[in-house]
T-cell receptor, first 113, second 110 residues
Framework: KAGVTQTPRYLIKTRGQQVTLSCSPI?????VSWYQQTPGQGLQFLFE???????NKGNFPGRFSGRQFSNSRSEMNVSTLELGDSALYLC????????????FGPGTRLTVL | AQRVTQPEKLLSVFKGAPVELKCNYS??????LFWYVQYSRQRLQLLLR??SRESIKGFTADLNKGETSFHLKKPFAQEEDSAMYYC????????????FGTGTRLKVLA
């Protein structure tokens, strides 16, 4: 079974630009979560989607948004990029069952110059 | 408030020494707790979950509801245990959400 895939793996953008990241979950997984990983803050929850609906949102500004498609693939968008947005963005998918683990993708490394 | 606290950013131990990575949580509901590990240049992956009460790679973790802790332990550390460890709480009231601690980097010295 193929794992979670994320594209692109690396991105370099400049301040003020916008970026779209993509995540393909494991087949059969309908829950997709996004996290921002930085050395100082660890993993910070961005949002979670299930069946095309955003169920949870973390404490990030409105510049961070996302969506999920009918095939469970998900995208996240960051507009008006700031230097502080430089991070590894992780996507994770899971089944909707008790005590189920999340399966993580390799991440997209975003660098904002 | 729902929170996961890992007080140590870095823990260094010698090979063969016991290891304990601390994790405390704050959650009013029934907790689902996990330990995830990220080895160098690898994806974040599940190490163990409290419900399984299993030992993975020699690691165990016991949920202590009285102390709201879920510390990760291993009696004899190996060099290959060097990695970043994250404790995670899965919130199940209402909708599902994972809350991760800030992580502890374990370095096992030869």
């Amino acid at each position: 079974k193929a794992g979670v895939t994320q594209t692109p793996r690396y991105l370099i953008k400049t301040r003020g630009q916008q970026v779209t990241l993509s995540c393909s979950p494991i087949s059969g997984h309908r829950s997709v979560s996004w996290y921002q990983q930085t050395p100082g803050q660890g993993l910070q929850f961005l949002f979670e989607y299930f069946s095309e609906t955003q169920r949870n949102k973390g404490n990030f500004p409105g510049r961070f948004s996302g969506r999920q498609f009918s095939n469970s693939r998900s995208e996240m968008n960051v507009s008006t990029l700031e230097l502080g947005d430089s991070a590894l963005y992780l996507c994770a998918s899971s089944r909707e069952e008790v005590y189920n683990e999340q399966f993580f993708g390799p991440g997209t490394r975003l660098t904002v110059l | 408030a729902q929170r996961v606290t890992q007080p140590e950013k870095l823990l260094s131990v010698f090979k063969g020494a016991p290891v304990e990575l601390k994790c405390n949580y704050s959650y009013s509901g029934s907790p689902e707790l996990f330990w995830y590990v990220q080895y160098s240049r690898q994806r974040l992956q599940l190490l163990l979950r409290h419900i399984s009460r299993e030992s993975i790679k020699g690691f165990t973790a016991d949920l202590n509801k009285g102390e709201t802790s879920f510390h990760l332990k291993k009696p004899f550390a190996q060099e290959e245990d060097s990695a970043m460890y994250y404790c995670a709480l899965r919130v199940t009231s209402g909708t599902y959400k994972y809350i991760f601690g800030t992580g502890t980097r374990l370095k096992v010295l030869a």
